[in-house]
């Protein structure tokens, strides 16, 4: 019998094999890795995730997971394999005051849904809520409020998993902590994750939302870096923008919480800033639309069609030694000339210390910046998408020349040995519980590591 009868007798009605099925599993979010899965399985509870590994394992069966799909190379395909369709596992559990117990196929903009009514949010979000909890938890999770309470995974108090040996377990810091930690901002390469116990705080009922300009790259990281240490803002990010011709500007955007009848003491907060004067925008909003601020543009995009574009993005994390040399010597660079027409460029400061996720790396010294390069290709232009992503290559191994590591979401071909630089003296360990909690090596096959 082959594989995919195999599979269909095993499976019956429940394996989707339709073209169109696997035509959008086999396409993410970055739009330039495309590998068909011989089926898409959508599960509705931890036993027949478990089914599907108990046969996929000793039968050597890529299985990869769908959440939200927001995967920029391939990292949530299965050529070959099977997509585990997260996205029917979407519920959100009842809202305590201190966490929320929630399943791994639901959004981050679900999750909100649910607290905020409560007056209650995660710590940390990601600016964009659109993606899913099982992917962002095993990215890591990066958000403006970072320099204050680490990642999104940071914020997880017990997991529930079945892991690529068909094993369903719970575990947490105190309860089978080896594999909690080798789940949280592990790639998704020992376990899924069924449910996830997230920490919840008080959501301020408004907020005021600071962006201050400067002309010069050096003062504005070093406002950026003063402010992560002063923890003056509960949440701290920034850009850098194209100003004229040639040259850029940067940004800090910085939000404040404004509860009850006194807004913010704009005086004490902007005090000994290196903004011009006359560049400072201040906006006051609920703290709902301020977390969901990113839909917008998801909606604009959607309309002129470019959220379906290839999107060959770059997130690394620089040391603060060397961001201004590195960010500098990227912007300057012509292969990456269209981030002033149709690009974003993040860089804002995280604190290592706060950054507690084994799995998650990072470069030494306690301030760091993330420097993300979010790009769109034109359609139809397989040479131009190749360029870019050679571009991105390119840029990482600067990068990495002078300290930085990779945030690994990105459309940037990794190959053993960059991984094994990227988890430094934590692979061994990493490969140790991969061979133990996924056995066959099954799982999550499309981020390219091999063990
Ligand atoms: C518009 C946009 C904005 C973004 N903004 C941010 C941001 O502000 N901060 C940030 O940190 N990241 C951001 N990201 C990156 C995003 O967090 C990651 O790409 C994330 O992995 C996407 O998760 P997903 O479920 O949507 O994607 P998917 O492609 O469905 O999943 C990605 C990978 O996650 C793993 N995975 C998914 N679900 C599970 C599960 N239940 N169990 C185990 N593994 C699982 C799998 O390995 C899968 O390959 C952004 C991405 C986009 C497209």
């Known amino acids: 019998m082959t594989l995919a009868a195999d599979l269909a007798t095993r499976f019956e009605q429940a394996l989707d094999t339709r073209p169109e099925t696997l035509r959008e599993a086999a396409q993410d979010f970055g739009h330039i890795v495309q590998e068909t899965p011989l089926g898409v399985l959508r599960p509705r509870s931890a036993a027949e995730i478990q089914d599907l590994l108990e046969f996929a394992g000793p039968r050597g069966v890529p299985v990869s997971v769908r959440g939200g799909g927001h995967s920029m190379y391939g990292q949530g395909q299965a050529g070959g394999g099977i997509v585990l369709d997260l996205r029917a596992m979407n519920r959100v559990g009842a809202v305590a005051d201190d966490r929320v117990t929630v399943q791994g196929g639901a959004s981050w903009r679900e999750v909100l849904a649910a607290t905020l009514p409560h007056g209650r949010t995660p710590p940390v979000l990601t600016d964009y809520l659109g993606a899913g909890v099982g992917g962002v938890l095993s990215a890591g999770g990066l958000g403006g409020a970072g320099h204050r309470h680490g990642l999104v995974a940071d914020q997880v108090l017990e997991l529930e998993v079945v892991t690529g040996a068909g094993e369903h377990r719970v575990c947490s810091p105190d309860r089978d902590p080896e594999l909690f930690h080798a789940v949280l901002a592990g790639l998704g390469q020992c376990a899924v994750i069924v449910t996830a116990t997230l920490r919840l705080v008080p959501a301020p009922a408004r907020v005021r939302r600071y962006c201050l300009y400067y002309a010069g790259l050096t003062r504005c990281l070093a406002d950026q870096r003063r402010l992560a240490e002063e923890q003056r803002f509960t949440y701290l990010e920034g850009q850098a923008r194209p100003a004229g011709e040639q040259g850029w500007q940067y940004m800090i955007e ?63 994390l620089l040391p603060h030694d060397s961001a201004e040399s590195v960010v500098r010597a990227v912007l300057a660079d012509p292969a990456f000339r269209d981030l002033r027409e149709t690009g974003v460029v993040l860089l804002y400061p995280l604190l290592s210390g706060r950054l507690r996720a084994p799995l998650f790396s990072r470069p030494s010294g306690e301030v760091l910046y993330l420097f993300a390069l979010l790009r769109t290709a034109p359609p139809g232009s397989p040479e131009t998408v190749a360029a870019m992503v050679a571009a991105n290559r390119a840029a990482y191994e600067l990068a990495r020349s002078r300290g930085a590591v990779a945030y690994p979401v990105n459309a940037l071909p990794m190959a053993d040995a960059d991984w094994r630089d990227h988890y430094g003296s934590r692979h061994p360990a990493f490969a140790a519980a991969k061979r133990r909690f996924d056995p066959h090596l099954v799982l999550a096959r499309g981020h390219g590591l091999r063990f």
Do not use: I, K, M, S
């Open 254 to 316: 910085a939000v404040a919480p404004h509860d009850g009848p006194c807004p913010p003491d704009d005086a004490a907060l902007l005090d000994g800033l290196g903004h011009g004067p006359a560049a400072l925008e201040t906006e006051d909003l609920g703290y709902g639309e301020f977390a969901h601020r990113v839909d917008t543009d998801e909606e604009v995009l959607r309309e002129t069609g470019q959220w379906l574009y290839p999107h060959p993005w770059l997130n690394l």
